[in-house]
């Protein structure tokens, strides 16, 4: 059984997407951006998109713990030590993660991050 996550406290999706998704004891979330705080700085989105997250997470009935795999996405790795510093605050039980230096992201962020959960 699938259900919709969806909280009006992460960022209405920009295209045709759901928020997260739970399937079984498994949250999958879509990649979250700092949409309402596209400040240029990697340290201030990185913050927003993590509390982003942390929303979903809770909206699901979920805690961050129970996060297990993480994906980020950086438009410059030259920001990873910055990113890295806010995540470790939000993800300090270490979950899996992946780090991949893209191109270009929506709107113009510097950040994306998409997790998976576990219950």
């Known amino acids: 059984m699938k259900d919709i996550i969806y909280t009006p406290d992460a ?10 998704i739970m399937v079984g004891d498994t949250l999958y979330c879509s990649g ?5 705080n596209l400040a240029d700085d ?3 989105q990185t913050e927003k998109v993590c509390v982003n997250v ?7 009935g979920l805690q ?4 297990v795999k993480t994906t980020c996405f950086l438009t410059d790795m030259d920001d990873f030590a910055a990113f890295n510093e806010v995540y470790a605050k939000y993800f300090s039980h270490k979950p899996a993660r ?3 230096a893209v191109s270009g992201l929506p709107k113009g962020a510097l950040v994306e991050i998409e997790v998976i959960a576990v219950q």
């Open 11 to 20: 960022p209405e999706p920009v295209g045709p997407y759901s928020q997260a």
């Open 32 to 36: 979250q951006i700092a949409l309402d």
């Open 42 to 44: 990697v340290a201030m």
């Open 54 to 60: 942390r929303a979903l997470i809770v909206a699901a």
């Open 64 to 67: 961050m713990s129970d996060v």
């Open 98 to 100: 992946s780090t991949i």
